[in-house]
């Protein structure tokens, strides 16, 4: 990084204008555009990001503000309030959406390199989940969910080996989560997490029939048979390892394959916890450690709705929604590319925490992690079974 720029001007080096420019011509982004470029709407929204910006107001006054840095921070010179909603309500969010996908690659692939993981498995393992961002009807009136109530739906697929969000699909608040499960693509000899809410039989069947493994939870009215039972080590916390066939009729139609139940008693929460896989050959023990990970996409939605600004919108229309929550997860990407490239030795919300505040200063990017005493609290208290 280099001496004498601004803060957020050395952060925005890791992103690349040549990549991010193809995509904006793929698209057509910069159509009949003058000024403010699609490059400059992009960075603006970062700043954002960065600087916990709560309204386009705020945003705006901020950046109007600072005027004269507008040239050293690449911002262009036609920042306005109506520019900046122009821009998130008519730019196509697929430009933004490509580029946050090309980040999210290069973030997976720095961290699952340097990550170690406790379960060892050689395909990728996967949390999928979805998380609701309530919304006002009478405003964003696109997205349907109850009568009286507006929502949307971000469904993520989460990379937990690398801590990267590696799928995003919007839905409005009434699409139930197994429907997200039709547009995955199965990675054959990857792990894919579920909970209950996901358990739909045919869905299931076809990701074992792409060779990929799934865990889950069964529901409680779930009919089977035993087959055979495995012998467990019970001080493990395994109390039961058996080879199912499902009876009824229809679900045995949808999933004709035997499948594995697990039952996992935890000493310390006193719950005894059921798992299914279609998977034969972990043992129960990794199977039950492995589901564990599903946490951490809840982590994640918990992390990005503390930190970044996904639940307050600059703009009404879906189109401006899904921009700013696909600038969401760029920042997101660029602050792990960052904090693998500079050897910060901080945790994601100490980064955001400090780049909040010296944004606009001129203090080299690595001196600001030097300090190995923050006076930064994070009072994140994960309220989650411990299993292990």
């Avoid at 229309?317 to 660029?334: D, H, P, R």
Wanted: net charge positive; glycine share 4%.
């Amino acid at each position: 990084m280099n001496i004498g720029k601004y803060v957020f001007s050395q952060v925005i080096e890791l992103l690349r204008y040549d990549d991010f420019n193809k995509i904006v011509k793929k698209h057509g982004g910069n159509h009949k555009v003058k000024t403010f470029s699609c490059w400059h709407h992009l960075l603006c929204m970062i700043f954002g990001q960065l600087g916990k910006r709560e309204s386009l107001s705020d945003l705006a006054l901020i950046l109007q503000s600072q005027k004269s840095k507008w040239y050293h921070l690449g911002l262009g010179t036609t920042i306005s309030k109506s520019n900046l909603a122009r821009a998130n309500e008519n730019r196509d969010w697929r430009i933004y959406a490509d580029y946050a996908y090309l980040l999210i690659a290069k973030a997976r692939l720095i961290s699952s390199i340097k990550n170690e993981f406790e379960v060892k498995v050689e395909g990728n393992v996967y949390a999928v989940d979805s998380t609701t961002i309530d919304l006002c009807l009478n405003v964003f009136w696109w997205a349907k969910f109850r009568k009286n109530k507006g929502a949307i739906k971000l469904h993520t697929q989460f990379d937990v080996k690398s801590n990267i969000p590696s799928f995003i699909h919007f839905t409005d608040g009434s699409v139930h989560d197994v429907n997200v499960m039709d547009v995955l693509i199965y990675e054959p000899g990857s792990y894919y997490i579920f909970d209950r809410g996901y358990v739909d039989f045919e869905r299931l069947f076809f990701i074992d029939e792409s060779q990929a493994w799934f865990v889950t939870r069964p529901k409680d009215n779930m009919n089977y048979r035993r087959l055979y039972s495995n012998k467990v080590n019970k001080s493990t916390g395994i109390k039961v390892d058996q080879i199912i066939k499902l009876n009824n009729h229809y679900a045995c139609k949808k999933y004709s394959k035997n499948l594995r139940l697990i039952k996992y008693f935890d000493v310390e929460t006193k719950i005894e916890i059921e798992f299914i896989t279609n998977n034969f050959e972990l043992t129960a023990l990794e199977i039950a450690r492995l589901y564990k990970y599903r946490w951490s996409v809840e982590l994640f939605f918990k992390w990005i709705k503390q930190h970044l600004q996904v639940q307050t919108f600059w703009g009404t229309t879906e189109n401006a929604v899904k921009v700013q929550v696909y600038t969401a997860i760029i920042t997101y990407c660029t602050v792990a590319l960052m904090k693998d490239t500079l050897k910060i030795n901080k945790t994601n919300y100490e980064i955001l925490q400090i780049l909040s505040l010296t944004l606009l200063t001129k203090t080299p990017v690595n001196e600001l992690f030097d300090s190995d005493e923050l006076q930064i609290t994070n009072n994140e208290n994960h309220n989650q079974l411990i299993l292990f």
